[in-house]
């Protein structure tokens, strides 16, 4: 089977508390498991780390005040990892992956001004950290300042180089995900084709694969 663990970012990284909660409680009543041993399934050191933090369920929720002080903290102690030849992917995580979606949008913004250049573009170009870590972390930040955006450059990312297995089983599972939420889908398409200068349901339908093409073309017409 094909190698899927970006699409657990997909799943966990960014997720409601709430949503994480009931999640867990799911994941439990099913498997007799707490939702921690999902960290022992994955093979990448990146993504165990990720989802250990994640599977201690105590990620503030939004409506909780932002502290000020501590995003100026948050943003000079990414700004440091970020110009470290190895950084610590734990240490970006200990702020992306626990504070609240309305921290990470002030901590996007005041490290927009500092450095000039968006967070999530800055993690996603940083080469000293690993294929995994740069994915949780531009996820974590995209989730939060612009979700319709990071959808898009799903959907995107699923079509890169050649539409093998891998990419199909990608690009179905995203979509069939999407197309559930009708408005937010209208506006993941509406984006797409402002990024992209493309529509998306004309994308699906120059696939090659009949069958696949069919389906992925239906759920692009919703």
Do not use: C
Not at 18 to 37: C, F, I, T, V
Not at 43 to 72: C, F, G, H, M, Y
């Amino acid at each position: 089977m094909p190698d899927l663990e970006d699409i657990f970012v997909e799943i966990f990284v960014g997720r409601h508390p709430q949503d994480l909660l009931e999640l867990g409680a799911k994941y439990s009543q099913l498997y007799q498991r707490n939702l921690s041993s999902v960290s022992s399934t994955v093979r990448s050191k990146d993504l165990a780390a990720a989802l250990d933090i994640i599977s201690e369920q105590n990620r503030p929720d939004t409506n909780v005040p932002v502290d000020n002080a501590l995003v100026q903290k948050d943003v000079t102690r990414i700004v440091s990892l970020l110009r470290a030849t190895f950084p610590r992917a734990e240490e970006l995580f200990e702020i992306l992956l626990r504070r609240s979606n309305s921290h990470i949008q002030q901590v996007s913004i005041t490290f927009e001004t500092h450095a000039h250049e968006p967070l999530d573009k800055a993690i996603r170009k940083n080469t000293g950290l690993g294929e995994m870590a740069r994915n949780i972390g531009v996820h974590a930040v995209r989730t939060a300042t612009h979700i319709t955006y990071r959808d898009a450059m799903l959907l995107r990312d699923a079509m890169s180089g050649v539409l093998g297995n891998k990419n199909k089983q990608k690009l179905a599972i995203r979509v069939t995900r999407m197309h559930f939420y009708k408005q937010h889908w209208m506006q993941i398409k509406a984006e797409y084709t402002g990024v992209f200068g493309k529509d998306f349901r004309s994308k699906m339908g120059n696939l090659s694969d009949g069958v696949f093409r069919n389906l992925m073309y239906t759920m692009a017409s919703v």
